[in-house]
C-alpha cells in the first residue's frame, strides 16, 4: 500500500494536511491516514470535512486548541496515589474548558453542523465543576496560587515575612561590614538560596559567619552572617511545608481527576479528531475541495486537478468520464501531452475520495467505491531482483490480472511497450479483453 501512496501522491498529500494541524497526535493521525475505509465511513467523514469547510468560511472560529500526545499523562494519572505535576493538571484542565466550549459553540447552533454535533454528543457536562475546580488552584503564571488552601496562604505570608526580616537584617550587615572595610561592596548576593556578603578575603576574621563561595581570584568570599543563619534555618524549614502543602494539593487533584478519568480520556480524543476535520476543511478551503456526487457508480471526474501538483502550480484541470455500459477507456496522444499526469489524477483522486478527503473536482462530479486500485505507471525496474523494465513491467501486468476483481480500478501507462511492437500489441490487447471482459475499470 505504501508503494500506491508514493506513485500516486498521496503521500504529499497526507503530509500537506499535517502541516494544518494543531495537536501532536492529529498530526501523527494525518500522516498516517488510509484509503479503501468502508464506503459508509469516508462518505461521513467528507460529509464532517465538508460542515467543518463551510463553518470556517461562514461563521465564528471554532474554539480549538493545540496539546501534546497526553497518553503518558492519562497513563501516569490512571496509578493510585501518583501526583500530576502543575503542568500536565493546568493542560488537562485546558482540554476540558475548550471541549465544553465546543459543546456549547455546536448547542447554540441548534440546525447546522449535523454531523460534527454528534461528535461532541458524548461529552460530559459534569467535568465544568472538575475543571474549575483544578482551575481555581492555579494563578495568572499557571503555579499553584496562594488561594488553593488557607494553610499555603498562611505559609506563604510567613515566608514573606521571614524574607523581608532576613533581608533588612543583611542589608544591615553589609552596610556595617563596608563602613569597616570588611564588605567589598554594599550588595547582597544569594548562593545555595541562602543571603551571603561578599567580603575582602584578607579581612575574613573580622566576618563571622558560614563561607558560601568564593570569587575565581580568590580575593573575594560570599559569607552568610552567623546572626542570620538561625533565622534563614527557619526559612527553609517554612518553605519545606510549603512545597509538601503544595504537593498534597496536587496529590488531592490528581485524585479527583482520576475519578473521572474515562470522560477525560474521551474530550482528548474529541478535540484530537475535531482539530484534523479542523486540518481537513483548512486544505479544502486553500485548494477549493468539494465533496462528490454521492449517487451512481461510474467514474465522472469534471474539472479535476491532481492535488500533488496543485500546492506547487496550476494544474490544468481534467474532464473525463467512462460512458454508461463501458468499463474502460484507452487515452493516446503524443509525448509530454499529459496522458501519465491523467492517469496520476485519476488514481490520486480516487485513493482521497476512499481516505475521506474532499476532492478537487466540481460537486457534480462521481468517484466508485473501489476495492483495490492497480498501478503500473514507470519503467519500474527492479535493481536489486535485477530484473528489466519489461520483466518488471510484466510481474505488474500478471499480479494485476491475478488480483483485479470487476470493482477494481487499474491504471497502466504505455501497455505493452518495452518489447516487440507486435508482441507488445498482442499482449495489450489479451490482457484489456480479460479486464473488461472481467468487468474491471481500466484506464
Not at 32 to 49: A, E, G, I, M, R
Not at 152 to 173: F, P
Not at 183 to 200: K, L, M
Not at 307 to 315: A, D, G, H, I, V
Request: glycine share 6%.
Amino acid at each position: 500500500m505504501s508503494k500506491l501512496y508514493q506513485q500516486l501522491g498521496f503521500n504529499t498529500v497526507r503530509e500537506k494536511l499535517a502541516t494544518f494541524t494543531l495537536c501532536e497526535m492529529s498530526e501523527q493521525l494525518a500522516l498516517n491516514l488510509n484509503s479503501f475505509q468502508p464506503k459508509h465511513v469516508y462518505l461521513k467523514k467528507q460529509t464532517q470535512h465538508l460542515e467543518m469547510r463551510d463553518l470556517m468560511a461562514l461563521d465564528t472560529a471554532l474554539p480549538l486548541i493545540g496539546f501534546g500526545i497526553q497518553s503518558e499523562i492519562i497513563a501516569k494519572a490512571r496509578i493510585k496515589g501518583n501526583l500530576l505535576v502543575e503542568e500536565e493538571l493546568y493542560s488537562l484542565a485546558n482540554i476540558l474548558r475548550h471541549t465544553r466550549r465546543v459543546s456549547a459553540y455546536f448547542h447554540q447552533r441548534e440546525n447546522k453542523y449535523l454531523e460534527l454535533k454528534k461528535l461532541i454528543k458524548s461529552y460530559n457536562p459534569d467535568l465544568e465543576e472538575l475543571e474549575k475546580y483544578i482551575f481555581s488552584l492555579f494563578d495568572a503564571d499557571r503555579q499553584i496560587s496562594d488561594k488553593a488552601s488557607s494553610e499555603l496562604a498562611r505559609l506563604r505570608k510567613q515566608i514573606g515575612k521571614l524574607d523581608a526580616h532576613i533581608r533588612n537584617k543583611v542589608t544591615q550587615i553589609a552596610g556595617e561590614w563596608l563602613s569597616e572595610s570588611i564588605a567589598s561592596e554594599d550588595t547582597v548576593a544569594f548562593r545555595n538560596g541562602r543571603q551571603v556578603i561578599p567580603i575582602r578575603a584578607s579581612r575574613r576574621s573580622k566576618a563571622p559567619g558560614i563561607i558560601h563561595d568564593q570569587s575565581q581570584t580568590g580575593q573575594t568570599i560570599y559569607i552568610e552572617p552567623m546572626v542570620i543563619v538561625e533565622m534563614n534555618n527557619e526559612l527553609y524549614q517554612v518553605k519545606q511545608e510549603e512545597r509538601q502543602e503544595v504537593r498534597r494539593i496536587l496529590l488531592e487533584a490528581s485524585a479527583r481527576l482520576r475519578e473521572h478519568l474515562p470522560s477525560v480520556e474521551l474530550c482528548i480524543d474529541i478535540m484530537e479528531q475535531f482539530d484534523l476535520i479542523h486540518a481537513h476543511a483548512k486544505l479544502a478551503l486553500d485548494y477549493k475541495l468539494e465533496k462528490p456526487d454521492e449517487e451512481g457508480n461510474r467514474l465522472h471526474i469534471v474539472n479535476g486537478r491532481n492535488l500533488e501538483l496543485n500546492f506547487s502550480t496550476e494544474p490544468v484541470p481534467l474532464n473525463l468520464e467512462i460512458p454508461e455500459g463501458k468499463c474502460g477507456i484507452i487515452v493516446t496522444g503524443p509525448n509530454a501531452g499529459g496522458k501519465t499526469v491523467t492517469l496520476k489524477t485519476i488514481g490520486l483522486l480516487s485513493i482521497m475520495n476512499q481516505a475521506g478527503f474532499l476532492l478537487p473536482i466540481n460537486a457534480n462530479s462521481i468517484l466508485p467505491e473501489y476495492d483495490k486500485i492497480f498501478v503500473d505507471i514507470g519503467d519500474g525496474q527492479s535493481i536489486d531482483g535485477g530484473l528489466s523494465t519489461f520483466s518488471s513491467h510484466i510481474l505488474s501486468l500478471k499480479n494485476i490480472v491475478d488480483e483485479a476483481t470487476d470493482k477494481s480500478l487499474v491504471l497502466i501507462d504505455e501497455l505493452g511497450t518495452g518489447t516487440d511492437p507486435d508482441e507488445g500489441a498482442a499482449l495489450a490487447e489479451g490482457i484489456l479483453k480479460l479486464l473488461s471482459e472481467r468487468g474491471t475499470t481500466v484506464i
